[in-house]
């Protein structure tokens, strides 16, 4: 899979000065390196384009990598709504995505993501795109809540669900998360309120269209 990933990043993604910047950011404030890859990163940007999205919800923010590669997909009108535990990382991504020019396109709701998806339930929001990528034991809560929040057609992206590569290779040892990927997967693959597919790019991702 690493092999794969690095043939696809190597012909695909061309030098990026800011992601670059982004990245070393959040090394030299101590947190970890776990942004999504620049493949997996263009493809949010391609994804949320061609949905033509214009109100995202992001749920685990870290230093705003992935939320410039969203934000990047959309227009003066696209609006991006984070939810991070962390006030710091929240702190952070926010200054990248000043620095990407979405200064007033990106807000960060801080705290656990399932209060913050509560208060959205409650306000009556709704979003045409989403990507999960917070702390994977709440992912199928995660779900549930996008589900509820989305417009008719709303796309559902999920990063790690391949957890590295370990839901597909079953003479490798499982890691922490490989049963809770799977369960996950089973779940998406199989929900009747969404058409899905799982494109093996960086550590996996699920593509699901909310039925309308
Ligand atoms: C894998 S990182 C996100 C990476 C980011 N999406 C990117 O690719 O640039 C996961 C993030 O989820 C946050 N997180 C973990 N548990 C959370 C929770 N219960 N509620 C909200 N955010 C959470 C972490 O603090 C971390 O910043």
């Not at 899979?1 to 992601?19: C, E, G, P, T």
């Not at 609006?79 to 952070?92: C, F, G, I, N, V």
């Not at 009556?124 to 995660?142: L, M, S, V």
């Not at 490989?178 to 997967?185: I, Q, V, W």
């Amino acid at each position: 899979m690493r092999k794969i990933n690095s043939y696809i990043d190597s012909v695909f993604h061309s030098q990026d000065a800011l992601l670059e910047e982004v990245l070393s950011s959040i090394q030299e404030n101590g947190m970890p390196s776990i942004s999504v890859s620049p493949s997996a990163g263009e493809l949010l940007t391609m994804l949320v384009s061609i949905a033509n999205a214009k109100n995202i919800l992001e749920i685990g923010a870290l230093g705003g990598y992935s939320g410039i590669c969203l934000a990047r997909g959309f227009d003066s009108e696209g609006k991006l709504t984070s939810l991070e535990l962390e006030d710091r990382y929240a702190k952070l991504a926010h200054s990248n995505l000043s620095k990407a020019g979405f200064s007033d396109q990106a807000s960060y709701m801080i705290g656990p993501a399932l209060q913050s998806l509560e208060t959205l339930v409650n306000d009556d929001k709704h979003f045409d795109f989403f990507f999960i990528d917070a702390d994977k034991g709440d992912y199928e809560n995660y779900l549930k809540y996008c589900i509820k929040l989305a417009a008719p057609g709303a796309l559902i992206v999920t990063d790690n669900v391949l957890a590295g590569g370990s839901v597909a290779d079953k003479s490798a040892k499982p890691g922490r998360h490989t049963e809770l990927m799977e369960k996950f997967n089973e779940t998406v693959a199989n929900h009747p309120q969404l058409e899905s597919l799982l494109i093996p790019i960086g550590d996996g991702m699920t593509v699901s269209k909310v039925k309308k």
